[in-house]
């Protein structure tokens, strides 16, 4: 039997109307990032060739790659990348896919970094604790020339992805990389950051298993449950970051909205903060706590 030839035009349509069936956000954006991905040209390539017939070998690739898109793997883990800060992180399963609410820390690190001055300083010395990909880290480093940084995260996948990154960005000479629970690969070491940056799991057990199965199936669970009320890992953060700032230093934390007061309470009660802010969202909700140690 005589193979069907398909044009770029026929296989979008088609393909896209199997994404929109099975229930897939976005189908007809998925279908156009998958095909120029097969492809390797981006989406106006796309409708530039529009009636372009595709060869044998194209058409069963990205057949396979709609497959996996219906089974709910998100689009990131498929073409391997993500967009943060515009730059171009690779991500695979090994990590969380950045989120752009966690632009934020960025945002808010650089002004601090510009408003006191620090970059000024020949070093400015900051942590990224639960680095994952190593986005909010290496975004910083382009920004922040003087700066010196320094990660962390449990999974040794996560920091061998964070690493690929940097190489990529060129900014890994200037990047430390430490593998370990929370603040245990920096105990005994004579560490004083001027800030520690922050966007650890903070999803409470319930909502881990409600979410939904791109999430739920795909994203590692270790970068999301954070136990019955998800502050495991910011109640851990708060209280153990005045041992590793310097006087002033400051300490930026990404949350869920609803966790924000409980967050405030824990910085009350440590009693080594001098001043603390909340900073909102893009959708208008609290989701970043900034506190400066004492001086
Ligand atoms: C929410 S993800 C954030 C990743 C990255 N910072 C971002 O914003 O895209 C949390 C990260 O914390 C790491 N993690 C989980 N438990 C940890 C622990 N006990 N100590 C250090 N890192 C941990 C996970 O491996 C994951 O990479």
Request: charged content about 25%; hydrophobic content about 40%; aromatic content about 8%.
């Amino acid at each position: 039997m005589k193979r069907k030839i398909w044009t770029i035009k026929e296989i979008l349509t088609v393909s896209s109307g199997y994404l929109k069936a099975k229930g897939i956000d976005s189908p007809r954006l998925t279908a156009e990032i998958l095909l120029a991905h097969v492809l390797g040209v981006n989406r106006v390539s796309l409708y530039l060739d529009f009636d372009k017939p595709l060869i044998e070998n194209e058409v069963s690739r990205y057949r396979e790659l709609i497959r996996r898109r219906m089974q709910r793997e998100p689009v990131q883990y498929i073409t391997g990348k993500q967009e943060f800060w515009s730059l171009e992180f690779h991500v695979d399963p090994r990590v969380l896919i950045p989120r752009p609410e966690t632009e934020l820390l960025v945002e808010h690190t650089i002004s601090i970094a510009k408003e006191h001055g620090t970059h000024e300083k020949s070093l400015l010395r900051i942590l990224d604790l639960c680095t994952g990909c190593g986005a909010i880290a290496i975004a910083l480093a382009k920004e922040l020339p003087k700066a010196r940084l320094w990660l962390t995260d449990i999974s040794h996948g996560a920091l061998d992805v964070a690493l690929e990154n940097a190489t990529k960005h060129n900014v890994e000479q200037r990047i430390t990389f430490l593998q370990g629970d929370l603040w245990e690969p920096l105990s005994g070491q004579s560490h004083e950051f001027d800030v520690i940056v922050s966007n650890p799991p903070y999803v409470t057990s319930d909502e881990y298993e409600a979410l939904p199965p791109e999430i739920r199936n795909h994203e590692p669970k270790i970068a999301l449950d954070a136990g019955p009320d998800g502050m495991r890992f910011l109640e851990r953060i708060i209280k153990g970051a005045p041992s590793y700032l310097c006087p002033g230093g400051w300490l930026l934390v990404e949350m869920d909205p609803r966790q924000i007061d409980k967050a405030v309470d824990l910085i009350q009660q440590t009693d080594m903060y001098q001043r603390w802010r909340k900073e909102k969202d893009y959708s208008n909700s609290y989701r970043v706590l900034i506190s400066q140690k004492a001086l």
